[in-house]
Each structure stands twice: as structure tokens, then as C-alpha cells.
């Protein structure tokens, strides 16, 4: 005895699709020609968190002088030709 599993399908960020494949290819070419909306939901993240952190980067990165930046980029190209 065979069990089938039918999943749903999903888009980069996680939106449903349709089940079949016709259904799922006729979907994607209404996106890719414009007929139809992706749609995109972005539950799970808050927006005031997101631009928080945003500016969080930025703010210090203005802080750090030069030769501190030169100092962490050689230390992170280090580490990544280490574990390479």
C-alpha cells in the first residue's frame, strides 16, 4: 500500500502555489508576464525591529575610524580563508 503525500507548494518567502503542476506553471507565467501579483506576506518580522536594525548598521559603521574597519575586514578574511 502506497500512501500519497500531496504538499503544498511554496514561494521564495513562503506564499502558497498551486498544488498541480499546470496550475503551478500558469501562475508562475502570470507573474513573469504581469498578469498577476506576487503576493508576499511578511508575518513573523517586525517592521519597527527591521528598521531598527537597519540603522543600527549604519550608525556603527559611521562610529568605526578607518584603520579599525581595515582591521575587521582582515580579521573576517582570515577567518573565511581558514575554514575555506
Known amino acids: ?6 504538499l503544498m507548494p511554496k514561494g521564495p518567502k513562503g506564499q502558497k ?13 502570470q507573474i513573469a ?10 508575518e513573523g518580522k517586525n517592521k519597527a525591529a527591521v528598521a531598527l536594525g537597519r540603522l543600527g548598521g549604519r550608525a556603527r559603521a559611521e562610529k568605526l575610524t578607518k584603520k579599525r574597519r581595515e582591521e575587521i575586514a582582515k580579521q573576517a578574511a582570515t577567518k573565511r580563508w581558514q575554514n575555506g
Do not use: C, Q, S, W
Open 33 to 42: 508576464t504581469g498578469e498577476a501579483e506576487e503576493e508576499f506576506d511578511d
Open 1 to 6: 500500500m502506497f500512501l500519497k503525500l500531496t
Open 17 to 29: 502555489r498551486p498544488a498541480d503542476v499546470i496550475g503551478n506553471a500558469v501562475k508562475v507565467m
